[in-house]
């Protein structure tokens, strides 16, 4: 959602995850409607990831304006007396030290321009569901280190500010095949009455908080339909 409305939008766009053959499908739908799309597979877990990324990304585009950390590996939900390192491991890797490493690589490409960094956090970290310790400590390690940058990149022209979506994805359409009767649950939690649009919602505030006429920065932004006023 968040690729296609600022594709619409005039941004050239860099796709990068684990698949190639799935970039490139995305890639593919992109370009339908007039793109330039750059896909560079890479696991985000790695720093060499965004180093390369940032790297070709430079090599074919000439600057970065906007950088978006929204990649995630979820771990299983266990109770605090069942988990163990590598619990925390498979979602703090691709979450909070993937988040980082891009930032700190595209850091001075962002600093000559100016230019908006956003990373993704969670309402579960917020609120601290029983059985999510590892991604709630991982989402909100996230919004601790944006604010931090925020912080520090503020007078390099870089503002960074965090999205906390609850939006229909592939994932909720599957599980509410399977689960029906779960659909009405969820969306008697917003305000609203449905979940965030990928495109028209989620993607329109990114491509907001992405203008060079946006003053916010350091701020976390619940795209939810009013879902954490009901939890």
Known sequence: ??????????????????????????????????????????????ADTAKRTVARTLEEFGRIDILINNAQSF?????LLELEKVHFDTSLNSGLFGTLYFMQAAHPALKKQGGS???????MAILGPAHSAPNAANKEAIRGISRVAAHEWG??????????????????????????????VYE????????????????????????????????TLHCDGGQMMHS
């Open 155 to 184: 007078r390099d022209g870089i503002r960074v500010n965090v999205i906390c979506p609850g939006a229909m994805s592939e994932t909720f359409v599957r599980f509410f095949e399977e689960y029906p009767d779960q659909k009405a």
């Open 188 to 219: 008697e939690k917003t305000s609203l009455g449905r979940f965030a649009d990928p495109y028209k919602d989620v993607g329109s505030l990114a491509v907001f908080l992405s203008s060079p006429d946006c003053f916010l920065t350091g701020q």
């Open 1 to 46: 959602g968040m690729a296609h409305a600022l594709a619409d939008a005039g941004a050239k766009v860099v796709l990068t995850g684990r698949v190639q053959e799935k970039l490139d499908l995305k890639a593919e739908e992109l370009r339908a409607q007039g793109a330039e799309i750059l896909a560079i597979a890479g696991d985000v877990a790695e």
């Open 75 to 79: 771990a299983p939900d266990l109770s």
């Open 117 to 123: 960094i956003i990373n993704y956090g969670s309402m």
